[in-house]
């Protein structure tokens, strides 16, 4: 069974209100993944992280949602207004940095937006 | 960029006959990486199985699939499905760039009657 701990696992704002959510990746894994799974369970890729840096993100990452993985702290996702169409289920996953390592997901936090 | 196609939405098979899911894909990339995930209800996708060498066939828990890169697929089969087999099934992919994102496929739904 996958390590990966995100906290909470509902999430219930209003419009134009903060949310964030918190991961905590396996032991010993630096790579980190946050997806957006929607109402249709389609998945779309937000942003990773390798420690403490970006590797890759969307443009809607770039633009209303914000994303760190401090050292010695849980990563964290957060958007900063949010809007109905963000309801949906954050993953977080981690991985080992190696050729085709598989990723690790976590339960989710379900985010409802009113 | 890549892309993964599922073809079913939804698959429905009586317990005990055989089952296939479908999944094609297109890359650029030269090496690539494959997954099928399984998420049952309420849970975190996990992985079943995993592949990155043209036709060979790899075997987890009962279910199969090789890849072929000459037909651009990674079909996921298993010759007696069991009502537990009942989840959602992704077809995933990854370069072998080191910590990557997974590109997944839409999913199919496999639901399995008594």
């Known amino acids: 069974n996958s390590k990966v701990i995100q906290t909470p696992r509902y999430l219930v704002k209003g419009q134009g209100q903060k949310a964030k959510m918190r991961c905590i990746p396996e032991k010993g894994h630096p790579v980190v993944f946050w997806y957006q799974q929607n109402k249709n369970n389609e998945f779309k890729f937000l942003i990773n992280f390798q420690n403490q840096e970006v590797l890759q993100q969307i443009d809607m990452t770039e633009k209303r949602f914000s994303a760190e993985c401090p050292s010695n702290s849980p990563c964290s996702l957060e958007i900063q207004s949010s809007e109905a169409g963000d309801s949906a289920l954050y993953l977080c996953a981690s991985s080992p940095r190696d050729r085709y390592a598989e990723q690790f997901f976590g339960p989710g936090t379900r985010l409802t937006v009113l | 960029g890549d892309s993964v196609t599922q073809t079913e939405g939804l698959v429905t098979v009586t317990e005990g006959l055989p089952v296939k899911l479908n999944c094609t894909y297109q890359?650029?990339?030269?090496?690539?990486?494959f997954f099928w995930y399984v998420q049952y209800l309420n849970e975190a996708p996990q992985v079943l199985l995993k592949?990155?060498?043209?036709?060979k066939r790899t075997e987890h828990q009962g279910f199969h699939a090789t890849l072929h890169k000459s037909s651009s697929s990674f079909h996921l089969q298993k010759s007696s499905a069991q009502l537990s087999d009942s989840a959602l099934y992704y077809c995933?992919?990854?370069?072998?760039?080191?910590?990557?994102?997974?590109?997944f496929g839409t999913g199919t739904s496999l639901l399995v009657d008594p």
């Open positions: 890359t650029t990339y030269l090496t690539i990486a």
């Open positions: 592949s990155s060498t043209d036709n």
């Open positions: 995933a992919l990854t370069p072998s760039n080191m910590g990557y994102k997974l590109t």
